[in-house]
């Protein structure tokens, strides 16, 4: 069966742009423009709380780790549809390639605001300092092909608004190219961003310190992005007073589950394997967080245990939050919580560190907003959708 | 009328006149004095009057294996000046550095002195005590060492050992030792007050000896018999250089730059760590600021301890005794960091219950359009299909 | 070409059991140090806590004070950083009356970088900042080449690598071992200025050889210990007596070996040094890599059956369209 098209075409949502909740995020933005100013005239020291105890702070560890994790709707999504064939996903294609490219472009900028030496980032791409036995150096290089290759991907919006068809035609020929390296980049980088804590050795606690790192934030990605997707379509379909897709979600919920199962049962075994099962039941703080963090992901699977909570749309975004919830706390327990370089190291970030990752989401939803209101990435609205989608 | 002001006491008048000094001169002394020892605040009067109305105690000082450089030492003492001790503190008994007489006469005078005063003199020793070959390397008027301290000690109301040399040794008991030279405390059997010291400072002699006369016992020591208040504390916990040796700032050469600065001498050997004594607070000589070997640029030599003086080369390393490091210190485990700030964890917390609350709101209201949805499905489906 | 639920997840398994299989057993053998590597032996025995080499090294390497009290008067660092390359620490127990003893005692532990053999900032680094010397094998730094991420920071087991968070233009701080000195014919001022020879400098193969025989020594006899430059012999040795050493030399095979080793009295671990592996983590974090990415092969016939599948899909996708129009 190939993708089928019996869904409108996408098409601008149109409307006014500013909105309460518009002028709210761009107040949002502003504030960490201010706050990014003063880094840059004196130092991270000035604007955040990181130290050598703790040299990555949220602007690492949220803004890119999670926050890349966040972007992997488009992903899942393509994954699904242009991989395993699955049409019927097709009309979340557009939407979850937006998310993941504001996500990941914000998340590239991230990275750049954070860089102690900014100015020699691009040494990263250049051979003679590249230094490939490293981690990083094959993040980096993962996540802005990744970021090419999507805008490349997104493009035939752009091309349609612009009525560039030539262009668009071209495009094509070699769009099955770009979307298979739109599915190979993020399944290296986002198992790389755990390869990032195994060279941190002792330092990771043995709850999350494993070789199988890469594999468990692989999963977790993909799992997170169905979540992602989930989650936008509820927040737009409420956004926008526009109705839900709830056979898709239902359907989209289901292969989440069975990824998240898969997950469960290799990071169970694993901790097994390796004798960390002790650890699990010590009284520490560590400890409490690694409980909260697998509670939330086992979560959804009790949410939508039964076929009639899949049509649930409030139980679904639920339990996507809670998938979004329990990833975002894998990223932060392996990356904060359960590092440490030595004892008397303390962190928690400062206000305006606080404020810039705000600011970096509200620059994300504001950007989303404006692109769907003036370019065509929600599918059109008819009677005829409602009945189709039965 | 403060009891005591002494302003019409007849003792005081008749100390005035005795020593030939003003009462407040004498009673600055007594309260210098007290301030070397450590006493409390009201010493010195105890002190004023103990001199000003007990009779004056008689001393025997015996000479062994010594330089004099002791009594020397004393000889240079200001307050109170030594004439004025030996003629007007105490009753000098027998001393053949400042005896007029000498030979049998000396001999008699001391033997009478011991008769007269018998368990109340005060024996001090100045000098080690050969005891190779029985003794035969130091004699007397005929008589060994040994035989006159064991002597002289018998019916001692105390005996004090001034210098090292009769504290534990000294310099004549330097490897290899050749006449067995040992302490007077050795020689008699016993821990007896000592005051080391090549030579010692003469306050801690005086002080001693004054303590004695005021409270009729000797001054605290410690388990070595050295008393407390002159050798409790290390050189190096109050040298005036200890900010240097802290800085890690050294002399590295006689002369260099670092010596003309006054840096640590440490480097050079100074045995300050490893040295009891107070030179560094009460100096030497009274002529002011930096009057001691370290204040001139010349590393302690640990002339008071055992092991250390005239047995370990000047220019060797001392060990450190006691290293109390200054409070800024860096432990292994230092907080560092910024943990939360109120602000950040309002923030925190507000974004969070943001959050709670917007998605809660998002999942209510989804429940309820599903159940219009359906609804409206329903009704579609109805419409449709009547039957 | 549909796929159905069971193969589906059968694809999903094996591609994750592939993952997972792909994790090796055997990481690749730690890195050798060079054989003529230089470092430094740190006896925390002899060590006075004079802090010599805390100025001398600030003096040789132009760094700032660095203050931790309130009149701001004197360099008085309590850990390295942005403007401190080394510091002496002290351990303090109890009464702290004896010095080199566990139990109401004190010891002195110097912190600066051990230029490991198989270094994890090296292998973390992605622009080649950080660089081992082949020949020396001291670790060092270019700030020319760094973008500031940090990872070395977080990476080093011994927490080493610092960052200069309060400048705008900041740089990591680490000890180079003054590699800056040795064309001068001058070597590490740490090692130059101790007084006791708690820091010598020298070819680390002799400075094994050396702390071999202090652990053979009979504790309170006295010994020679050599002072400054172990190879040179430019200063006068120091004696004292041998103390009754923990019999460990600390960086013989911490994470594959160090260029700085450390003898002490009381355990290490209670002077801040991490009990730490045989195997470097350098070593782990590489072979991942190389097992999951080497030589692209993996990645290459990944992205080989990618594009065919997407191809077929889309080319299916395409003419549905243009039936459409």
């Not at chain 1, 955040?48 to 803004?63: A, F, K, L, Q, S």
């Not at chain 2, 290390?234 to 200890?242: A, G, K, P, S, V």
């Not at chain 3, 080989?304 to 369209?321: E, M, P």
């Given at each position: 069966?190939?993708?089928s098209?019996n869904?409108?075409?996408?098409a601008?949502?149109g409307?006014?742009f500013?909105?309460?909740t518009t002028?709210i ?12 100013l ?6 991270l020291?000035?604007v ?6 703790y ?12 926050g ?5 709707g ?5 994954l699904?549809v ?8 097709h009309?979340?294609?557009r939407?979850?390639?937006?998310a ?10 991230g990275?750049m605001?954070?860089?102690g ?5 691009w ?14 150096f094959?993040?980096a290089?993962?996540i802005?092909a990744?970021i090419?290759?999507?805008?490349i991907?997104f493009s035939?919006?752009?091309l ?9 035609r071209?495009l094509?020929?070699?769009l099955f ?7 190979l ?9 755990g ?5 941190f050795?002792?330092?990771?606690h043995?709850?999350?310190?494993t ?12 799992a997170i992005?169905?979540?992602?997707v ?8 409420s ?15 289901k292969?989440?589950l069975w990824?998240l199962?898969?997950?469960?049962i290799?990071?169970?075994v694993?901790?097994i394997v ?9 009284l520490r703080?560590?400890?409490l ?7 939330l ?7 939508l245990a ?5 049509r649930?749309p ?14 975002f706390?894998?990223r932060i327990?392996s990356?904060?919580v ?8 303390h962190?928690?970030p ?13 620059l994300?939803i ?14 059109g609205t008819?009677?005829?959708a409602?009945?189709?989608n039965? | 009328m403060?009891?005591n002001s ?6 005081m008048?008749?100390l ?7 009462r407040?001169?004498f009673l ?14 009201g010493?010195?009067a ?8 007990k009779?004056r ?6 000479h062994?294996?010594?330089?004099t ?8 003492a ?6 004025k ?5 105490i009753?000098?008994?027998?001393h053949e550095?400042l ?14 002195a011991?008769k007269?005063?018998?368990g109340?003199?005060?024996?001090v020793?100045?000098?080690a005590?050969p005891?190779?070959?029985n ?8 008589q ?6 064991k002597?002289?000690?018998?019916d001692?109301?105390a005996?004090i050992?001034?210098?090292?040399c009769?504290?534990?040794g000294?310099m ?6 050749p006449?067995g030279?040992?302490s007077?405390?050795?020689v008699l ?5 000592n005051?080391p010291?090549c030579?010692p400072?003469?306050?801690n002699?005086?002080s001693?000896?004054v303590?004695f006369?005021?409270?009729g016992?000797l001054p605290d020591?410690d388990d070595?018999?050295?008393p407390?208040f ?9 040298c ?5 040796f802290?800085a890690g700032?050294f ?6 730059e670092g010596?003309?600065r006054g840096?640590?001498l ?8 490893e040295?009891?004594?107070n030179?560094?607070a009460?100096?030497?000589g009274?002529?002011?600021n930096?009057s001691?070997?370290v204040?001139?640029?010349h ?8 092991g250390i003086?005239?047995?370990k080369?000047i220019h060797?390393?001392a ?7 200054p409070?800024g ?5 230092e907080?560092q960091?910024?943990g ?5 964890l309002?923030?925190a917390a507000?974004?969070?219950?943001a ?13 309820k359009?599903?159940?219009l949805?359906?609804g409206d ?9 009547p039957? | 070409?549909?796929i159905?639920?069971r ?13 997972a299989a792909g994790a ?6 730690n890195?050798v140090m060079?054989g003529?590597?230089?470092g430094l032996?740190?006896d925390?025995t ?10 001398a ?13 309130e ?12 403007k401190?390359l ?5 351990y ?13 005692g004190f010891?002195?532990m110097k912190v600066?970088?051990?230029h ?6 090296v ?9 081992k ?6 670790v060092?730094?270019?700030k ?7 990872y070395?920071v ?8 610092r ?7 900041p740089?990591?701080?680490k ?5 800056q000195?040795?064309?001068e014919?001058?070597y ?9 020879g708690?820091?010598?400098?020298g070819k ?8 071999q ?12 210990f050599p002072?400054g430059?172990?190879?040179t012999?430019d ?5 004292a ?10 960086g ?5 070996g160090t ?9 290490f671990?209670?002077?801040?040094m991490?009990?730490?592996p ?7 974090s590489?072979t991942?890599?190389h ?8 990645p290459?016939a990944?992205?080989?059956v990618?594009?065919?599948v997407?191809?077929r899909?889309v080319?299916?996708d395409d003419?549905?369209?243009?039936e459409k129009?």
């Amino acid at each position: 069966m190939s993708a089928s098209h019996n869904h409108p075409a996408p098409a601008p949502l149109g409307g006014s742009f500013v909105t309460p909740t518009t002028v709210i995020l761009a107040l949002l933005v502003a504030i960490a423009g201010v706050i990014m100013l003063v880094r840059f005239f004196f130092g991270l020291g000035a604007v955040t709380n990181i130290n050598d105890g703790y040299p990555w702070g949220i602007w690492v560890v949220y803004d890119v780790v999670i926050g890349s994790a966040f972007a992997c709707g488009g992903y899942s999504v393509a994954l699904l549809v242009y991989i395993f064939n699955k049409g019927e996903y097709h009309p979340m294609v557009r939407p979850a390639l937006l998310a993941s490219l504001f996500g990941y472009t914000l998340a590239g900028a991230g990275v750049m605001l954070d860089l102690g030496r900014y100015w020699n980032f691009w040494h990263i791409f250049w051979p003679g300092y590249a230094q490939v036995n490293s981690v990083m150096f094959e993040v980096a290089v993962c996540i802005t092909a990744y970021i090419v290759v999507m805008w490349i991907e997104f493009s035939p919006a752009f091309l349609e608004k612009f009525g560039m068809k030539n262009v668009k035609r071209k495009l094509n020929k070699f769009l099955f190219l770009i979307i298979a390296l739109g599915v190979l980049l993020p399944s290296m980088h986002q198992s790389s961003l755990g390869s990032l804590l195994v060279v941190f050795g002792y330092q990771i606690h043995p709850l999350w310190q494993t070789m199988l790192l890469p594999l468990l934030f692989l999963m977790t990605a993909l799992a997170i992005g169905f979540a992602v997707v989930i989650f936008e379509a509820c927040l737009s379909s409420s956004g926008f007073k526009r109705p839900l897709e709830m056979q898709l979600l239902g359907k989209l919920s289901k292969v989440m589950l069975w990824m998240l199962t898969a997950y469960l049962i290799v990071r169970f075994v694993d901790l097994i394997v390796r004798g960390a099962v002790g650890s699990m039941f010590e009284l520490r703080i560590e400890t409490l967080m690694f409980w909260i963090e697998n509670a939330l992901f086992i979560a959804p699977l009790v949410i939508l245990a039964s076929p009639q909570s899949r049509r649930n749309p409030s139980k679904l975004f639920i339990a996507a939050v809670c998938l979004m919830l329990a990833g975002f706390l894998l990223r932060i327990d392996s990356f904060l919580v359960g590092y440490e370089t030595g004892p008397g190291w303390h962190y928690f970030p400062s206000v305006p560190e606080i404020m810039v990752s705000i600011g970096m989401i509200a620059l994300e939803i504001l950007g989303y907003i404006a692109l769907v209101r003036y370019l065509p990435i929600l599918p059109g609205t008819t009677e005829s959708a409602i009945a189709g989608n039965k | 009328m403060n009891e005591n002001s002494f302003e019409n006491d007849e003792s005081m008048l008749a100390l005035e006149k005795r020593l030939g000094i003003s009462r407040r001169s004498f009673l600055q002394m007594c309260a210098a004095m007290a301030a070397t020892m450590g006493l409390p605040k009201g010493a010195e009067a105890a002190m004023a009057k103990a001199v000003a109305t007990k009779k004056r105690p008689s001393v025997i000082w015996l000479h062994f294996q010594e330089c004099t450089g002791c009594t020397e030492s004393l000889l240079r003492a200001e307050h109170p000046t030594l004439e004025k001790l030996i003629l007007d503190v105490i009753s000098l008994d027998y001393h053949e550095t400042l005896f007029a007489a000498a030979g049998h006469q000396a001999e008699a005078a001391r033997k009478s002195a011991m008769k007269a005063n018998k368990g109340k003199y005060l024996l001090v020793v100045e000098g080690a005590i050969p005891t190779r070959d029985n003794g035969i390397y130091c004699k007397v008027g005929g008589q060994t060492a040994i035989e006159m301290l064991k002597e002289c000690a018998a019916d001692a109301a105390a005996v004090i050992a001034i210098g090292s040399c009769s504290s534990w040794g000294g310099m004549p008991s330097t490897p290899p030792n050749p006449t067995g030279a040992k302490s007077a405390g050795e020689v008699l059997g016993k821990v007896i007050p000592n005051i080391p010291g090549c030579p010692p400072n003469p306050y801690n002699f005086l002080s001693t000896v004054v303590h004695f006369l005021t409270f009729g016992k000797l001054p605290d020591v410690d388990d070595i018999g050295r008393p407390k208040f002159a050798y409790s504390r290390l050189i190096h916990e109050n040298c005036e250089r200890r900010a240097h040796f802290d800085a890690g700032r050294f002399a590295l050469e006689f002369g260099d730059e670092g010596h003309k600065r006054g840096y640590c001498l440490y480097k050079l050997g100074c045995k300050g760590p490893e040295t009891h004594a107070n030179c560094p607070a009460i100096l030497f000589g009274d002529v002011g600021n930096a009057s001691w070997p370290v204040g001139t640029g010349h590393p302690c030599i640990g002339c008071t301890e055992k092991g250390i003086a005239f047995a370990k080369p000047i220019h060797a390393l001392a060990e450190l005794k006691s290293v109390r490091p200054p409070a800024g210190f860096p432990g292994i485990i230092e907080d560092q960091g910024k943990g939360a700030s109120t602000g950040a964890l309002i923030l925190a917390a507000a974004v969070a219950g943001a959050a709670a609350g917007a998605g809660a709101m998002m999942a209510k209201n989804l429940g309820k359009n599903v159940k219009l949805d359906e609804g409206d499905a329903h009704k579609k489906q109805a419409e449709r299909n009547p039957s | 070409m549909s796929i159905s639920r069971r193969d589906f997840l059968k694809g999903a398994l094996a591609g994750g059991s592939l993952l997972a299989a792909g994790a090796p057993a055997e990481a690749r053998e730690n890195k050798v140090m060079p054989g003529e590597a230089l470092g430094l032996l740190y006896d925390s025995t002899l060590c006075i806590g004079c802090k010599a080499c805390v100025s001398a090294c600030k003096e040789v390497n132009d760094m700032p004070p660095e203050f931790s009290t309130e009149d701001h008067l004197w360099d008085t660092p309590l850990d390295i950083s942005g403007k401190t390359l080394n510091v002496i620490k002290v351990y303090q127990n109890g009464t702290a009356e004896n010095k080199d003893s566990e139990i109401d005692g004190f010891a002195f532990m110097k912190v600066s970088c051990l230029h490991c053999a198989d270094p994890s900032c090296v292998s973390a680094c992605p622009v080649s900042a950080m660089t081992k010397d082949p020949v020396t094998g001291i670790v060092g730094y270019d700030k020319d080449v760094c973008i500031g991420c940090r990872y070395c920071v977080a990476a080093c087991p011994f927490g080493v690598p610092r960052f200069q968070y309060d400048k705008a233009i900041p740089q990591i701080s680490k000890c180079q071992l003054c590699r800056q000195r040795i064309p001068e014919g001058k070597y590490a001022a740490c090692a130059q200025v101790c007084p006791t020879g708690a820091t010598l400098y020298g070819k680390v193969k002799d400075l094994h050889a050396e702390s071999q025989r202090r652990l053979a020594m009979k504790p309170g006899e006295y010994a020679t210990f050599p002072r400054g430059n172990i190879n040179t012999h430019d200063q006068s040795p120091h004696t004292a007596k041998a103390a009754k050493y923990i019999p460990h030399i600390y960086g013989e095979k911490e994470v594959g070996g160090t260029q700085m080793l450390k003898l002490s009295a009381v355990p290490f671990d209670k002077l801040g040094m991490p009990t730490l592996p045989d195997q470097s983590f350098a070593s782990k974090s590489e072979t991942l890599q190389h097992t999951l990415y080497g030589g692209l092969i993996a990645p290459l016939a990944f992205l080989g059956v990618l594009s065919f599948v997407a191809k077929r899909n889309v080319k299916h996708d395409d003419d549905a369209n243009d039936e459409k129009k």
